[in-house]
């Protein structure tokens, strides 16, 4: 019974001590992933003194010239235990001094340096845990690798702690034993909730028709022991499709006892006739008891996906005030640009969700869902449900070739099927929001959020004409997938013209704040500079963006995630810019904002992303204000 | 020397006399002897257009250029710091143009051709650098847009003063 009550009881202590001190503890934050600091030293007034702390390169980055595949870098530094904590692409854990970025320690697992399940090695950080008792491996750092092996390790050391698993190291791919085509790749660190890891995983998401299925699993921090494990794949059709896995970060209510799992889509993504059944968990956000590893409520977002609209990232929490009632409740950001607000006890929508009729398919084999859920307030992102027309601008310099991919491509709303023709895809798969998810300040109930606007074509290419193709380059979400075991590979790319320019019209890119109380928009504007061969756009253009944004209590947002390689602080009230810098590649991770010996921080990884543009990076640079 | 220079009816060197003289690989005399030959052999009005002043005027264009070049370099190779379009195929261009912008004023300053085609060239030049200019802009190089655009108000000028000069 203390047992299953610890947990709980440090969850909330840590919880407690963080919004005091801020510290900044996992991914999104903290375990009900706000994104929220109660840093007030950053306001619209100071922010513009920002200057550079410290700046550090972990030296672990390919562009994927060499011999080794292109780094894809989204990790957020967490601060704890008076260090800031990194994890690296090339699977080492770097933890540096926070006020001068020196390095106290690194831990390398040694792992491959393969693009296992990925087209690049991919990293988003490191998880920290601690017993609240002194010691050696009292204070944890876990670090998972492409090859399926989570790491524990000493967080004031760096050694590993060898009283976890097998001399500190977690074989979690022993578990994958059905459909086993790729192995568990853990490139987002657990969720940590007392004493356990809350564990998901990602894989090969295009390549197979029948692919590991998805499951959450419960580790327990000190030994590595599996204490539970929840699959999301009916049994039944465990021999026909696969997937629907945790790939990104979770999040927890641990007075409530639940985990709250993003659930991705099934295998293949983008034509499933072999999976015509309903799948109540597939493409969901999914509250697990955290004890027994019970789902106790599932909300699908997308029924029977066919367009690889994961959920991408993990949901915030939030307690809504509304009519003199306090609601907890969760929001969902979504590929679809669609924001669920759900009651997180049940599981139900604050807001109305209507089911609309949706455009059947004509490939061969599938059946598309009839209608999907629509979430009209708060509005869509990046008026996501209306198409955003020819570009005349790409038209007129690729001599109408924009016009007539219009013309030759299929679109009939959001969720038209790939088809054979080839069909207009927007929100692309990189979604109006990914991992980055929202940031929501607790005070007001007012949420931030960037979303971007890619339009992509995809063609389901038969399998005869598939398998003679000369030539299936595949990158990081565009190109060529064979998604073996259909009757159909893909082809995916961004919808452009010869020159490279988008083929439909600006902007990219917007930021926006919403209202939960009333589900109001209160402004929606373009954000960053979109960027194509070095030239940047106008700011009405607006950028794509990957990564994730940060509210302080002094009112201002931090964010990197645009194209054109800068981060921004924002005022909150008006989504205006108040300050940028220029760092070396996009930084698509989520940053850090913390407080360490009286001085206030915010910490951006610059990883950089080939889905925005080619340019990499191991920067690491912390930003304070003047004494 | 003198003889072969004045068979070449399309290329000679626009002031050549002047850099002769100053390098005194020849004499003033002949200097001068040159230039009245080009402009005979040219048909041209046979007042000499001042070549100093025609040098400054382009030397005014020149200088930002070279500037715009040094600019265009680190844009591209980022020595010193990133520069948020360093290795770009966009900065690449710019410093592609900013060559050909230092390289195109240094010909219209020396080269001596036909009315039409040192007007030709000049807009062809002025072209180019206002291109220059505004890649220079989109890439956020606000600082080689500048020297870029003093480049093109320089060549203007350079270019009409010469016109009325000449027309005179």
């Known amino acids: ?627 | 020397m003198f003889r072969e220079q004045s068979q070449v009816r399309w290329h000679q060197v626009h002031d050549f006399g002047s850099i002769l003289s100053l390098s005194a690989a020849i004499s003033p005399t002949e200097a001068t002897r040159l230039r009245r030959c080009r402009c005979m052999l040219l048909g041209t009005n046979s007042k000499v257009v001042s070549l100093t002043r025609m040098r400054i005027t382009y030397n005014a264009a020149l200088l930002p250029s070279l500037v715009a070049l040094v600019l265009a370099v680190i844009a591209y190779a980022a020595p010193f710091e990133n520069t948020g379009v360093n290795g770009s195929i966009g900065a690449l261009l710019a410093l592609i143009g900013a060559v050909a912008t230092v390289a195109g004023t240094v010909l219209v300053m020396v080269l001596r051709v036909g009315r039409r085609l040192w007007v030709s060239l000049n807009l062809i030049l002025l072209i180019g650098a206002g291109l220059t200019t505004v890649a220079a802009y989109f890439l956020m190089q606000y600082a080689f847009a500048v020297m870029m655009l003093l480049t093109c108000v320089a060549l203007v000028f350079a270019l009409v003063w010469n016109l009325r000069k000449k027309a005179a």
Not at chain 1, 119 to 139: D, F, I, M, Q, T
Not at chain 1, 259 to 283: D, F, I, K
Not at chain 1, 349 to 360: N, S, T
Not at chain 1, 482 to 503: R, V
């Open chain 1, 1 to 627: 019974m203390f047992r299953n009550f610890l947990p709980f009881l440090l969850v909330a202590a840590s919880a407690t001590a963080s919004a005091q001190e801020a510290d900044w503890t996992a991914f999104h934050g903290d375990v009900a992933s706000t994104k929220f600091s109660n840093v007030k030293s950053f306001t619209p007034e100071t922010v513009s003194d920002l200057e550079r702390a410290w700046e550090y390169h972990t030296g672990d980055v390919s562009d994927g010239s060499g011999e080794l595949p292109q780094t894809v870098w989204s990790a957020t530094p967490i601060y704890a235990n008076d260090t800031l904590y990194l994890g690296t692409p090339f699977y080492r854990i770097v933890a540096l001094d926070p006020a001068t970025g020196e390095e106290r320690w690194s831990y390398s697992s040694d792992s491959r340096l393969e693009a296992l399940t990925q087209p690049a090695l991919k990293n988003r950080g490191v998880s920290y845990w601690e017993s609240g008792r002194e010691g050696v491996c009292e204070k944890r750092v876990f670090l998972g690798t492409m090859d399926a092996e989570l790491h524990a390790v000493d967080a004031d050391t760096g050694k590993r702690c060898t009283d976890f698993a097998d001399g500190g190291v977690l074989n979690v791919n022993q578990w994958n034993d059905v459909n086993d085509v790729f192995p568990f790749s853990l490139l987002q660190p657990p969720l940590v909730v007392g004493n356990t890891l809350l564990l998901g995983w990602a894989g090969n998401d295009w390549a197979y028709s029948v692919a590991p299925p998805g499951n959450l699993m419960a580790i327990d921090a000190r030994s590595g022991e599996l204490l539970w494990d929840t699959g999301f794949v009916p049994p039944e059709m465990i021999p026909r499709t696969g997937t629907a896995n945790i790939w990104t970060a979770m999040t927890a209510d641990p007075e409530l006892g639940l985990v709250y799992a993003p659930v991705s889509s099934p295998s293949p993504n983008y034509w499933g006739g072999q999976r015509l059944e309903p799948m109540r968990h597939a493409t969901t956000v999914s509250a697990v008891d955290i004890e027994t590893g019970e789902i106790v409520w599932s909300f699908q977002h997308v029924h029977h996906d066919i367009w690889d609209y994961d959920t991408p990232s993990a949901p915030t929490l939030v307690d809504i005030e509304r009519d003199g009632e306090t609601i907890p409740a969760l929001v969902q950001a979504t590929k679809q640009g669609f924001l669920f607000v759900l009651d997180r006890r049940t599981g139900k929508p604050i807001f109305p969700v209507e089911e609309r009729p949706v455009p059947a398919s004509a490939a061969e084999g599938e059946v598309a869902a009839p209608t999907q859920p629509f979430a009209m307030t708060p509005p869509p992102l990046g008026n996501a449900l209306e198409f955003p027309g020819v570009w005349t601008l790409a038209d007129i310099v690729s001599f109408g070739q924009c016009s007539r991919d219009r013309e030759k491509y299929l679109y009939e709303g959001i969720f038209t099927p790939p088809s054979e023709q080839g069909t207009l895809f927007y929100p692309g798969t990189a979604g109006a929001t990914n991992w980055g998810g929202v940031a929501v300040d607790p005070r007001n109930d007012i949420l931030y959020v960037n979303a971007s606007r890619i339009v992509q074509t995809i063609r389901l290419i038969p399998r005869q004409e598939y398998e003679e193709l000369q030539s299936k380059e595949s990158g990081n979400e565009a190109g060529y997938y064979p998604q073996e075991g259909a009757p159909y590979g893909i082809h995916l790319t961004d919808w452009s013209n010869w020159l490279g320019m988008p083929c439909w019209k600006p902007p990219f890119g917007t930021f926006s704040a919403i209202d939960l109380r009333t589900g109001e928009r209160l402004y929606e504007t373009p954000f960053g500079l979109a960027q194509l061969s070095g030239f940047y756009g106008f700011e009405s253009w607006g950028s794509p963006t990957l990564g994730g944004p940060v509210v302080t209590a002094g009112g201002v947002v931090f964010i990197g995630a645009s194209m054109d390689s800068r981060v921004r602080a924002l005022n909150a009230a008006t989504g205006e810019e108040l300050w940028s810098d220029l760092v070396e590649a996009p930084a698509v991770s989520i940053p850090a904002v913390f407080t360490h010996e009286g001085a206030d921080y915010v910490v951006f990884a610059v990883g950089g992303n080939s889905i925005l543009k080619p340019e990499v990076s191991d920067q690491v640079v912390a930003y304070r204000l003047p004494e």
